[in-house]
């Protein structure tokens, strides 16, 4: 089995209900993501998944220097962070992409995917 990356992409700028439209919007996209995890669980590709907190909440720290730099947040200015990931065990390739697209619907957001390089 190959381990998966998929993270959740959105709006680095978000409003009262995150980067939904609405509180029910919000929830309907909770409850689907939740029926999306227990799918992946029973199934046996689960291996980790959470949300992140805002990317203003970020601290990049660069420990190549003599002193290590701090600095407060993302390291990237961009318009999309990583608002969540799942971390998935699967056969191959096609299986990661068919449970992206699930996880996509489920969050509405879009989803990379990227495979874990090396041991695992």
């Known amino acids: 089995m190959t381990h998966y990356l998929l993270s959740v992409h959105g709006p680095a700028e978000t409003g009262e209900f995150g980067s ?3 509180q029910e919007e919000m929830e ?3 409850a689907t993501t939740a029926v999306f995890n227990e799918r992946l669980r029973a199934d ?5 998944a959470g949300g992140l907190e805002s990317a203003a909440t970020a601290t990049v720290v660069d420990g190549r220097g003599e002193t290590p730099v701090m600095s407060d947040g993302p390291y990237l200015d961009s318009g999309e962070v990583i608002g969540g990931f799942w971390v998935i065990d ?4 096609d299986v ?3 449970l992206a697209a ?3 619907r489920a969050c509405r957001g879009t989803v990379e995917v990227r495979q874990f390089s090396g041991p695992s």
């Open 102 to 104: 699930e996880g996509s």
């Open 20 to 22: 939904y439209g609405s």
């Open 44 to 48: 046996g590709h689960w291996v980790y």
């Open 90 to 93: 699967v056969p191959d390739l």
């Open 28 to 30: 309907a996209a909770l």
């Open 96 to 98: 990661a992409l068919r």
